[in-house]
């Protein structure tokens, strides 16, 4: 599957960040609703995002005090992939919100210990809920996509059977290819992509 590389790409999961998608967003819209310069991005793969970054010792302050993202386009949808925040960065929410005001947005945080899905629509939650437990949603429509959650192996009722091999961000992941048609493979996601750090 498309997202198999997250799991095998364990710093994500371990340290914690968000996926950020926007339906029709460019990646200026993005850097700037993160409240990035778009002027100060380079074009880089993963592995080398440290040539990327002005301040590349991101990790000394908690909250992290310049993160950094990764952004590019799939398909109709603009994404931004931050490793940076460890989930707890706050600005995605802020973000997310900034580009929800004019499309469809789909914002996945993850930590090392709790996961978040929110999926807002002209700045209206749609739907939210955390992926280990599928059952609690909120929003505007809770149940838009209860249907894909459990294609995509997540919990949609308590005591559901689930394989719990697959990783709860990877299922939502797995959920938004299904519903939505978002896909970011490996090589995209891997690949240069244009890399900018708050300032």
Known sequence: MDWDWVA??????????SFTFARGASPGQIMTAFGMNPARARLVPASDVAQALHDPDW?????????WIRVGVAGEWGFALDES?????GYENEAAGALAAGTDVALLTHTQTIDDFSYSAGGTLVTGFEPMRGWERDGAEPD??????R????RTAVGDAVDDAVHPVVAVLRMLTIALGI?????????PLLTVQRE
């Open 144 to 149: 838009r996509f209860v249907e894909q959650m």
């Open 8 to 17: 095998e790409e364990t710093a994500l999961l371990d340290i914690g960040g």
């Open 151 to 154: 294609q995509a192996g997540l």
């Open 59 to 67: 990790q000394r302050t908690y909250p992290t005090e310049h993160p």
């Open 183 to 191: 896909r970011v493979p490996r090589n995209l996601a891997l690949g």
């Open 85 to 89: 925040s460890a989930g707890y960065g």
